[in-house]
Each structure stands twice: as structure tokens, then as C-alpha cells.
């Protein structure tokens, strides 16, 4: 059983920070070897000591990442990821500024080797309110925020208290109900919506290469335990799939990230995921190792629903 390569998607407007966020991504990268497609190939500005050699519009760098320009098929860019000789371990698309990251989700979705993790939409938190009062502008700011499981409300320590506010407002009226999360200098962790392993994503998120920076100034990494709260479980119990599915159906609010391995019969073991607004459900190998089951969930510290939580998986 062939393991399905992550798809992640970026998306937002011109400005909104989508490019520091790769390249913070890159930078963290921490053994995840990453193919990033971009359009702008120049724009990305890769830190010198992280390229290793550069060919045409692919640069590999030190840390086993790559970055392509997607130039006019997007399709064959992916499907030279897919078929590359050394497998990655995820892919990231960053959308155009003026495009609609679901289309591009799509296209993902379409490749059975590829499986979507979500769609991340960034949203500078000091202009867009305004942006979204231009009738030209409009219609293409709504759809991105529309399409997102997660919405970055980013370079929130340039907004005015009142832009903020504004930015706030208008995520929440544009598309309510959906994952926020407000940063600055596009700091949000790679284990969100990466295609990490379950023992990765516990390990990165409060683990050691964390340092202070949420609210400062600065060029740190942030800070990650401070943000965000984790918790993990190892159940013991078979968990029927049925049951797995309507859990799916019906997550916590709070949950921003799940995955795990988990027993779903005597001899049946399934992944799960679920990421944003989105949960999914396949059936797995077992474990290595020890055999056990794991599963981790990742939220804003003082919103992970740890005691519903507990109550479905660790009973």
C-alpha cells in the first residue's frame, strides 16, 4: 500500500505574507523533505546557505527540500514531484495572489497519489477590510477566504487596532465558522497542515528548536509553545471505522490538526486525518515497532478540547 504524498495549498492576496511563509517552512523544514511549486520562482528568495545547486527553474537545497516554478502546467510539475527518484514527504503549492486556491486543491485531489491536507489562506491583517471594500477586489478576496481550513490573519503587529478589529470582522462575516489564527511574520508551524508523522507533530510543536517571538519583533523562530497546545493518546481499544467517520462528521471546535493510526477492527488498522474543516478516513498497514495505536491533535493553546477528546479516543 503506497503511502499518498500530503498536498498542502497557499493561498491569499498580494502582500499577505505567503512568501515569508514558505520560506519560514523551508527554514523549519527539520528532515521533512518538501517540494515547494510556486509561480514567482524570484519572488521566494531563498536563504543563500539553504541552496544547494540550481537548475533552470528547480533549486534544491541543503536540507533535501526543493523549490519549482510551476510555470504553465501545473499538472507536470506535480506529476515530477510524484514521480521524483528520492520520494518527498510533502508538497506545498503556493496560489497565485489573484487566485483561487481551491482550484488548485482540485487539480491536487484529482492525482490518486496525492492526498489534499488542506488549504491555508493568508489575509494581511492591516489591509485587508479595506481591499475588500474595492468592488474590483471584492469577489477574489471572499472566494480565497471561502476556500480556506485554515485562515492566517497575518502581519497582525502592522495593523492599527482598528484594522484589526475590521480584519477580524470581515473573516468572521466572509467565511464564519472556519480555523483563524492571528499571526505575525507568517508564523504559523509547518505541523499544521504538513503531512508529518503523528510522533513528529508532538515532538515539533512544544519541542526543542523553539524560540521566544510571538509578539516581539525580531527574525526568531516563533514560539511555537507558547501558540499552540497539543495532545496525544496511544488508545488501546478498537475503534470501529463507523464510529471514526461520525467523529469526522462532528469535530471539536478547537481542533485545528489530527492524524493518527488507529485499530479500526481485530486485524484493521486506518489512518486518519483531519485538517481544518476537513476529515478522512483509510485504511493503513499496522504500526512498526511496538504496534501501538497514536493519535495527535493540535490547537491554539486554551482551545484544544482536550476532555472531548479524551472522552472519544482515550476511553
Do not use: Y
Not at 474590483?136 to 495593523?159: F, G, I, M, Y
Not at 511574520?185 to 497542515?193: G, M
Not at 526543542?208 to 509578539?215: E, L, S, V
Not at 493510526?261 to 512498526?288: C, I, M, N, Y
Amino acid at each position: 500500500m503506497k503511502k499518498r504524498l500530503p498536498l498542502t495549498v497557499i493561498g491569499g492576496f498580494l502582500g499577505a505574507g505567503k512568501t515569508t511563509l514558505l520560506n519560514r517552512w523551508l527554514r523549519e523544514a527539520n528532515g521533512l523533505r518538501m517540494a515547494v511549486l510556486v509561480n514567482d520562482f524570484g519572488a521566494l528568495n531563498i536563504d543563500a546557505d539553504l541552496i544547494a545547486a540550481t537548475h533552470g527553474d528547480t533549486t534544491a537545497l541543503t536540507n533535501g527540500c526543493v523549490c519549482c516554478q510551476i510555470g504553465d502546467d501545473l499538472g507536470r510539475a506535480l506529476v515530477a514531484v510524484i514521480e521524483a527518484t528520492t520520494p518527498f514527504d510533502a508538497v506545498v503549492i503556493e496560489a497565485s495572489g489573484v487566485s483561487d486556491p481551491w482550484r488548485i486543491a482540485q487539480i491536487g485531489m484529482a492525482a490518486p497519489e496525492l492526498s489534499l491536507e488542506g488549504v491555508v489562506v493568508l489575509v494581511d491583517a492591516s489591509a485587508v477590510a479595506q481591499q475588500a471594500k474595492d468592488p474590483l477586489l471584492a469577489d477574489t478576496l471572499a472566494r480565497q477566504v471561502k476556500s480556506a481550513d485554515l485562515v492566517v490573519v497575518n502581519k497582525a503587529d502592522l495593523a492599527t487596532a482598528d484594522a484589526l478589529a475590521g480584519a477580524w470582522a470581515w473573516v468572521e462575516a466572509t467565511a464564519p465558522g472556519t480555523p483563524c489564527m492571528e499571526t505575525t511574520e507568517s508564523a504559523v508551524p509547518l505541523e499544521l497542515l504538513s503531512g508529518v508523522t503523528q510522533a513528529d507533530a508532538a515532538a515539533h510543536v512544544c519541542g526543542p528548536g523553539c524560540h521566544a517571538h510571538h509578539g516581539q519583533h525580531g527574525h526568531g523562530a516563533p514560539d511555537h509553545g507558547a501558540l499552540f497546545q497539543t495532545w496525544n493518546a496511544q488508545p488501546d481499544a478498537v475503534i470501529p471505522a463507523e464510529a471514526l467517520r461520525a467523529w469526522l462528521r462532528d469535530v471539536p471546535p478547537g481542533v485545528l490538526r489530527l492524524k493518527g493510526l488507529l485499530r479500526t477492527g481485530e486485524s484493521d488498522w486506518s489512518q486518519v486525518q483531519f485538517a481544518g474543516r476537513h476529515g478522512s478516513l483509510r485504511k493503513a498497514l499496522p504500526p512498526v515497532g511496538d504496534g501501538r495505536a497514536g493519535v495527535v491533535a493540535i490547537g491554539l493553546r486554551g482551545q484544544l478540547p482536550e476532555g472531548a477528546l479524551k472522552a472519544f479516543f482515550a476511553r
